[in-house]
C-alpha cells in the first residue's frame, strides 16, 4: 500500500492544474440527491425501454446515487459492493451520451471500458446489448488468450462501444487497431481488482494514450476505494464526485459512539471541551449549516484552536485543498456541512464530532463512517441539545439501535480561553489565568 504522501502529490499536482482549467468548475457544489425512480431520470426512449426489456423495476442504490451525477457529465467514483447493478450504471450513462450527441466518425469507438477480467467483459458486452438493443449502438469485447483476429476485425469495422482487459486492449491500442482519438467515455471498471492484479502500469499506458481527461467523461467503479486507487487515476480524471453506496451498517458496527446530552447554551462549551480533551490525531466536526460551520470556526479560533471550515459555498478545488491537507496531517480540524463533505474522499478520521444531530438520518451514517474504514474502528460522538432530540429517533431507527449516551456534566465542558478576559475582575486574577492556560493547552 502506497504511503498518503505520495498520495498527496498527485492531488496536490492534480489541483494546481485544477487553476488552469476550466471544466474543473464543472463539478457540482451542490448534492444531486438520489433518484427513486428510472423515469425521474428522463431517458431517451430507446435507453429506457432497454431498462423495462431487462426488467429493472428501480434502480438499486448506486444508481439511484451515481445516475443524477454521471448523466449531468461529472467525472465519477462510485463505490458499491459486487452484485449492487454497477454495470447498468455506467452503461446507461454511456448509452444517454451517445444518444444524445453526433457520431464524428463512422468507425471510431465512443466509449471504453476496462475490465480486469475475461468473464467481467464478456458479462458487460451482454448486458450492453441486453439493456441496449432499442440504441442501434454497436458493442465489442476484447480479451486475451482466443479470438485475436476475430476481435480485431471487429474492431475495424468499427463500434461504438469496446470492452476489454488491460492486455489484448493494449496490443490493440500499439498495433493502431484499436483508435482512441475519438473516446467520449471512459470507465475503469473494479478498479480495486484491476489494481490487485498487478495492472497498474498497464492502466497508466491506456489512460496516457486516450484523449486528454478534460475532453471526455471518466467513470469508476470499485468495491473499495482507497488511496491507491485514487492515486493511480487521480491525474486522469476532472475532479471526480465520490458516491459510495457501502451497506453503512457493516461500518456503523466499527464505530463507538456516543451522544451527549447537554442544555443547548452549553453547546459550544461541551465541544470545546472535547476537542481539548480529544488526543485524535484528526478531528472532523459536523454542522448541519453554513452559519453552524462558521460560528465554530470562529469560537475555536477564539479559544486558541486552529479549525478549517467546510462549506458548499468554497470552490471544490479549495476544499480539495483543505481535505489533502487534512489526510496528511497538516490540518488537525476540519468543521465540515453534510453539502461540503459530499463528493470529498474523507476517510478514516477516527474521531467524528456531531455538533448538531443531522436532520436527515442518512447523513448520520455518512458522517460516522467517515471515521472508520477498512476494519479500523473510530469514534462518533454526538451533541444533541433540546432542537436536535427530534432527530434521534429516525437516526437511532435507521442504525437499529439505541444510542449509548451521556449526560454532560461541567466536567466535559472546555474552559474558555475569552473568559477571564470578559470578567474583567481583578480579584482571584492568578486562578483564572492557571485555567485559562490550561484551556489553551490541547493534547494531540
Ligand atoms: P456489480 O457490477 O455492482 O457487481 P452488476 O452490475 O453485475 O453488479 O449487477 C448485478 C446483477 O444485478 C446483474 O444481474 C444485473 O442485471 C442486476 N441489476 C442491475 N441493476 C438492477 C436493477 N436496477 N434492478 C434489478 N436488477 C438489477
Ligand atoms: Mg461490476
Do not use: C
Not at 86 to 96: D, P
Not at 152 to 172: E, F, H, N, Q, S
Not at 197 to 213: E, N, V
Not at 270 to 295: H, P, Y
Amino acid at each position: 500500500m502506497l504511503g498518503h504522501t505520495a498520495v498527496h502529490k498527485e492531488i496536490m499536482l492534480r489541483s494546481q492544474k485544477a487553476e488552469t482549467y476550466k471544466e474543473y468548475d464543472k463539478t457540482p457544489d451542490k448534492y444531486l440527491p438520489p433518484i427513486k425512480t428510472f423515469a425521474e431520470l428522463n431517458l431517451d426512449n430507446r435507453t429506457a425501454a432497454g431498462i423495462k426489456d431487462v426488467g429493472f423495476i428501480s434502480p438499486t442504490d448506486i444508481q439511484s446515487m451515481a445516475l443524477p451525477y454521471t448523466l449531468g457529465e461529472f467525472d465519477l467514483i462510485g463505490q458499491a459492493q459486487t452484485g449492487t447493478g454497477k454495470t447498468a450504471a455506467f452503461l446507461i450513462t454511456i448509452f444517454e451520451k451517445l444518444l444524445k450527441t453526433e457520431k464524428k466518425s463512422p468507425t471510431l469507438p465512443r466509449a471504453l471500458i476496462i475490465a480486469p477480467t475475461r468473464e467481467l467483459a464478456v458479462q458487460i458486452e451482454k448486458e450492453a446489448r441486453d439493456i441496449g438493443t432499442h440504441t442501434g449502438l454497436t458493442y465489442t469485447a476484447v480479451f486475451g488468450g482466443v479470438d485475436y483476429k476475430k476481435q480485431a476485425d471487429r474492431l475495424k469495422a468499427g463500434v461504438d462501444i469496446v470492452v476489454g482487459t488491460p492486455g489484448r486492449l493494449i496490443d490493440y491500442m500499439k498495433q493502431d487497431i484499436l483508435k482512441t482519438k475519438g473516446i467520449e467515455v471512459l470507465v475503469i471498471d473494479e478498479a480495486d481488482r484491476l489494481l490487485d492484479m498487478g495492472f497498474i502500469r498497464d492502466l497508466r499506458f491506456m489512460l496516457k494514450r486516450l484523449p486528454k481527461y478534460s475532453t471526455r467523461q471518466t467513470m469508476l467503479f470499485s468495491a473499495t476505494i482507497n488511496f491507491r486507487v485514487i492515486e493511480a487515476t487521480y491525474q486522469y480524471m476532472k475532479i471526480p464526485v465520490e458516491v459510495s453506496a457501502t451497506p453503512e451498517s457493516v461500518t456503523v458496527d466499527e464505530v463507538s459512539q456516543t451522544l451527549y446530552h447537554v442544555e443547548k447554551r452549553k453547546k459550544f462549551r461541551l465541544l470545546l471541551g472535547l476537542v481539548q480533551k480529544s488526543d485524535a490525531e484528526r478531528l472532523l466536526i459536523f454542522s448541519n449549516t453554513k452559519s453552524g460551520v462558521t460560528m465554530i470556526e470562529e469560537r475555536l479560533t477564539e479559544n486558541g484552536i486552529k479549525a478549517f471550515a467546510l462549506t458548499g459555498d468554497i470552490p471544490q478545488r479549495k476544499r480539495l485543498k483543505i481535505i489533502e491537507r487534512f489526510m496528511g496531517g497538516e490540518i488537525k480540524i476540519v468543521i465540515a456541512t453534510d453539502v461540503a463533505s459530499r463528493g470529498l474522499h474523507i476517510e478514516d478520521v477516527g474521531y467524528v464530532i456531531n455538533y448538531d444531530l443531522p436532520q436527515n438520518p442518512e447523513d448520520y451514517v455518512h458522517r460516522i463512517g467517515r471515521t472508520a474504514r477498512a476494519g479500523k474502528r473510530g469514534t462518533a460522538i454526538s451533541i444533541a441539545s433540546e432542537d436536535d432530540v427530534y432527530y434521534l429517533e429516525p437516526i437511532e431507527k435507521l442504525i437499529d439501535g439505541k444510542l449509548p449516551f451521556v449526560v454532560a456534566d461541567d466536567d466535559d465542558l472546555g474552559k474558555k480561553l475569552d473568559e477571564p478576559i470578559r470578567k474583567k475582575s481583578v480579584s482571584g486574577k492568578k486562578s483564572r489565568e492557571g485555567r485559562r492556560r490550561s484551556g489553551r493547552k490541547r493534547r494531540g
